[in-house]
Structures are given as C-alpha cells and as structure tokens.
C-alpha cells in the first residue's frame, strides 16, 4: 500500500499567452507544500500552544502584579503579559535554527541546542535574581519618590515601604454588607489631595483594602454610571469609610488639597461583595 502521506500537492500555474491561457501543474515547489499543510495545522497548532501558555501564565500574571504594585495604577498588566508571551515565542525560534546560517558560523550549534536540566533550573535561579533584583530597584525609587514629596511638604507619611498589616476590623470580612459604600480609587487618589501621581495612595497606604473589579464588576460600573468603560484597564474599589477615616487623621486633616467632594460614594449589588469578601480574606492571608 502507498504512503498516504506521500502525495506532492498540486499547483496549478497560469501562463498567459496573448489571448489564451494555457495551464499548467508543477509538482515541484516544496515550500508551498509545507506552507499549506502548516495552515491546514495552524489551528490545532495554536490550540496547543495556548495550553502551554496556560501552564505559565501564573509566573507571568504574578510577575506583572508585583511591578504593577511598586509601580502603580498606570501599569498595564495585560499589556505586560502579551509582551512576555511574545518574547517566549520568539525566543522559541532558536530551537529550530535555520541551516543555512548556521552552516556559516562554526559553533553556532551549541548555542541553540535545548539545555539540560540542569542548565535550565540554573538560568532559572538567575531569573529569579533579575526578577528580585528588578522589583528592589523598584522599592528604591519608591522610596525616592517619598522622600522628594515629604521634603516639599507633602502630608503624606512614609508607609510604602513598611510592612503592611493586615489585620484587625478593617480586615474583617463581615464588616461588608449591601449597605456599604465603595469609591474608586483614582477618585480617592484625588480626593486625598493626590492626583497628580496615579496609584499614588496603593503606594503611601499599601495597608489599605482595595478590591480589584473584574470583567463582570466593571460592566456593572460602567452600566451604572460609576466609572468610564476602561477596556483591559485596572479599575480598584476601596471602601469609603476607610479613606474618609484617612481625610480626618493627623496626616490628612489639615492639607489644603483635600477634595473630599471627588468621592462619589456608591452601593455594589450582593454578588459583588461576595465577590469583595472573598478578595479580603485572601488578601488577609497572603504571606508577604
């Protein structure tokens, strides 16, 4: 029986002479052969793919949240993680080397060859020094940053780098019922006397609850008339007792740039603090 696998796709060629066409078959050009069986395959393909990446993501959205906490709200994380995918995928490219190329550079084989084991959990310490190396480096300029405003008189206190506690009434759960009221946190940014810098205030009251709106949240919000549609945005909720507790505290209480009117306080429909309580004990219970 003959190979089934072994048939050359057929191309068929116009060649125009005048008023006539002629057609013709060529049997002969490999490349167009590989190239539709890949498209015929790209699908599943890409499916496969897409599971690999699902068995990394959690390094990736990790990752991304920790610079996106030293950096602030303007961190696009989304963004940050399609760049990463990315990267992997070019990257991957070296696994299957053109031959051509290498033929001209000796040694060029050893470069591209899969490690070992071992060779991989090495690089895969080293990347988690740069990683460590790289959110330190971030603090420091947190750090700077806090320094530069307090110098010039901000009232805002020196919090960012300390450890954050979470603990006590403001981190009991049950405290949240259909009868408490949310604000956004760029609207508290501001009210605080802060909206210059965005995610300032996840910064200098990092012991602050913030409850991040999912997809779901942010259609209701948006539905409400709460916020703008922010697309793949961040969008967080803090409980407005909690910043109105700050606005009268002695770092707060005598600052000209309170705007305590930008609040806009609302209500949030029982699945959403259910959704909130759940964020609080999980955040409650992270080991920092």
């Not at 981190?171 to 956004?184: Q, Y």
């Not at 810098?197 to 997809?215: C, E, M, N, Q, S």
């Not at 000209?256 to 699945?271: A, N």
């Amino acid at each position: 029986a003959s190979n089934p696998w072994n048939i050359m796709i057929k191309h068929r060629q116009v060649h125009r002479r005048g008023r006539r066409s002629q057609m013709t078959v060529s049997y002969t050009d490999p490349v167009i052969s590989m190239d539709l069986l890949r498209t015929v395959l790209q699908p599943s393909f890409n499916e496969d793919i897409l599971e690999v990446f699902r068995k990394y993501m959690k390094f990736f959205e990790k990752a991304a949240s920790n610079v996106k906490e030293n950096v602030g709200e303007e961190v696009q994380t989304d963004q940050l993680i399609r760049e990463a995918c990315r990267n992997c995928l070019e990257h991957a490219k070296q696994l299957f080397p053109d031959g051509e190329k290498t033929a001209s550079k000796p040694g060029m084989d050893a470069q591209v060859k899969v490690r070992n084991s071992s060779e991989q959990q090495e690089h895969s310490l080293v990347l988690i020094n740069l990683l460590n190396k790289c959110n330190h480096n971030l603090l420091q300029r947190a750090r700077h940053v806090d320094d530069e405003s307090s110098q010039r008189g901000s009232p805002v206190p020196k919090k960012a780098l300390e450890t954050v506690k979470r603990d006590g009434p403001k981190w009991d759960p049950s405290r949240l019922n259909e009868k408490s009221t949310f604000v956004l946190g760029s609207r508290a940014n501001k009210a605080l006397g802060m909206g210059g810098t965005r995610g300032r205030i996840y910064i200098k009251h990092a012991d602050l609850f913030k409850y991040a709106a999912d997809a779901q949240d942010k259609h209701w919000l948006a539905e409400k008339q709460h916020m703008k549609a922010t697309g793949g945005k961040m969008a967080y909720l803090l409980i407005e007792e909690d910043v109105q507790d700050l606005a009268t505290s002695e770092d707060y209480k005598d600052c000209p740039d309170l705007r305590m009117d930008e609040l806009k306080p609302f209500m949030v429909p029982i699945w959403m603090i259910e959704k909130m309580q759940k964020a609080m004990e999980a955040q409650r219970s992270e080991k920092d």
